[in-house]
Nanobody
Framework: QVQLVESGGGSVQAGDSLNLSCAAS????????IGWFRQAPGKERELVAA???????FSSEAVKGRFAISRDNAKNTVYLHMANLAPEDTGVYYC??????????????????WGQGTQVTVSS
């Protein structure tokens, strides 16, 4: 079993930065792919970025060049650094974990464990 807790959300102005954290408890964190997803009001949840166990990462086209995902296995934590935020980045941000020894994917159904989410609101 894995428990994930997101933190770091808030209300900011366009152009600002935010750092989200996803703290994990449970077994074999270092062997799990972690993804950050977001859900905007009235829209489906979408992948923002994902990171493999070795630290390789990819991000969606919508955030490429502005967001960066990283992990600290010693702290069982994954981070999402968000820069140059825009109003369209507003939503609830979730971190999610795959089963051990998987590969990063953008498919929501591939992720087995989810946090409760943290709200990010960007005003123009």
């Amino acid at each position: 079993q894995v428990q994930l807790v997101e933190s770091g959300g808030g209300s900011v102005q366009a152009g600002d930065s935010l750092n989200l954290s996803c703290a994990a408890s449970g077994r074999i964190f270092s062997s799990r792919v972690i993804g950050w997803f977001r859900q905007a009001p009235g829209k489906e949840r979408e992948l923002v970025a994902a990171i493999s166990t070795s630290g390789n990462s990819f991000s969606s086209e919508a955030v490429k060049g502005r967001f960066a995902i990283s992990r600290d296995n010693a702290k069982n934590t994954v981070y999402l650094h968000m820069a140059n935020l825009a109003p369209e980045d507003t939503g609830v941000y979730y971190c999610a974990a795959r089963k051990p020894f998987s590969i990063p994917t953008s498919t929501e159904a591939d992720y087995d464990y989810w946090g409760q989410g943290t709200q990010v609101t960007v005003s123009s």
